[in-house]
C-alpha cells in the first residue's frame, strides 16, 4: 500500500501544533504542584504536536476555514489526551521501578488515575484559553497553507 506524499498543510500543521503543544505545556506548568519536576515536559509536548498535527489535521484540510478550526479544535483534544496518557505512563514506570504496585493491573489503573489527577489542572483559564485560540489559529493556518501550497 502506498503511503501518502507529504503536503504543506501536512508541514504546516506539524509545526503548528508543535507550538501549541509547547504552548499548551508552558500554560500547564504554571499549574502543577511545586514539588514535581518539569523536566523535559515542553518539548516533548511540542513534539507530540508535531505528530499529532501531521497524522490528525494534515489529512483534515480542504473543507473551509470553519471546518479547519473545529478540526484544530479536535487535534488539540487529541494532543493533550496523548500528552497526559504519556506522563501517566512516565509517572507509572518510575513507581513501577521502585516496586510500588502488587501487580501489572494495578500498574494499568494507575496510568489512567494520574492522568484524571494531571487533567484537573487544565480546567484553568490559561490553559483553556491556549487550547482554544491555539487550535483555531492552527487550524486556520493549516487550512491556508493547503490553499496555497497544492
Known amino acids: 500500500m502506498a ?6 498543510a501536512k508541514a504546516m500543521a506539524a ?7 509547547w504552548l499548551i505545556a508552558n500554560a500547564y506548568v504554571t499549574n502543577m504542584p511545586e514539588a514535581q519536576s518539569v523536566g523535559f515536559f515542553r518539548e516533548l509536548t511540542g513534539l507530540l504536536g508535531a505528530i499529532v498535527g501531521w497524522r490528525v ?3 483534515s484540510v480542504g473543507k473551509g476555514y470553519l471546518e479547519a478550526i473545529g478540526s484544530g479544535w479536535k487535534t488539540v483534544i487529541v494532543l493533550v489526551f496523548f500528552a497526559l496518557l504519556l506522563s501517566g505512563i512516565y ?3 518510575q513507581q513501577s521501578v521502585r516496586m510500588r504496585y502488587d501487580g501489572p493491573m494495578e500498574a494499568i489503573i494507575d496510568v489512567f488515575r494520574r492522568m484524571m489527577e494531571r487533567s484537573q489542572a487544565l480546567l484553568s483559564v490559561g490553559v483553556m484559553a491556549v487550547m482554544v485560540v ?3 489559529i ?5 487550512e ?3 490553499r496555497r501550497w497544492r
Request: hydrophobic share 45%; proline share 10%.
Open 138 to 142: 492552527a487550524g486556520v493556518l493549516t
Open 3 to 8: 503511503t501518502p506524499m507529504p503536503t504543506g
Open 91 to 93: 509517572e507509572m514506570l
Open 144 to 146: 491556508n497553507a493547503n
Open 57 to 59: 489535521m494534515g489529512p
Open 15 to 21: 509545526v503548528s501544533f508543535a507550538v501549541v503543544g
Open 134 to 136: 491555539g487550535g483555531g
